[in-house]
């Protein structure tokens, strides 16, 4: 017996509203993540520009504030580094200059001192830190985590002095 099909059937564009404007009232979306769901629920492009439209109208959607609150919460809790949050925001569709304008948040000072937690942490795990493969675990962790390879250095010889 064949098993019964999974496609999803397409959504009236009344109800891809509804449902959208109750996601957006629980959380933060951006356009791109707007777009993909109306896409998955087979909603037409020209449909899909004026749910978007009245998204952003009733300011439901508002890809700053978004780029705002997904570069503090990576960077505060997931301890991000701006390379990998640029990244996942590009993946997001979010305007370049939007995405430079949230990062431009993260204060400076702030930014090194997790990021020499992280490698003081990571040290600790690694047992001895003074070998050539031990730095080289090191700054790839850290640029892994999306820290740019210049500050990683340069707080990886402060931190392995």
């Known amino acids: ?51 978007v439209r009245s998204l952003r109208r009733r300011r439901f959607v508002d890809d700053s504030r978004y780029a705002g609150a997904f570069v503090r919460d990576k960077y505060r809790f997931a301890r991000w580094g701006r390379r990998k949050i640029e990244l996942a925001l590009r993946q997001k569709r979010v305007d370049a200059d939007i995405i430079a304008e949230a990062l431009e948040e993260i204060d400076e000072d702030e930014y090194t001192e997790v990021l020499r937690q992280l490698i003081v942490l990571k040290s600790r795990l690694l047992g001895s830190a003074d070998t050539y493969d031990a730095r080289s675990r090191l700054f790839r962790f850290a640029v892994l ?17």
């Open 1 to 51: 017996m064949p098993l019964p099909s999974r496609a999803k059937k397409a959504l009236k564009p009344e109800v891809a509203l509804m449902r959208l404007e109750a996601l957006c009232a629980r959380s933060e979306q951006c356009e791109g993540e707007i777009r993909r769901k109306l896409r998955l629920w087979q909603i037409g492009e020209e449909d899909a520009d004026t749910i």
């Open 145 to 161: 985590r999306g820290f740019e390879s210049t500050i990683v250095s340069k707080i990886i010889s402060q931190v392995l002095k």
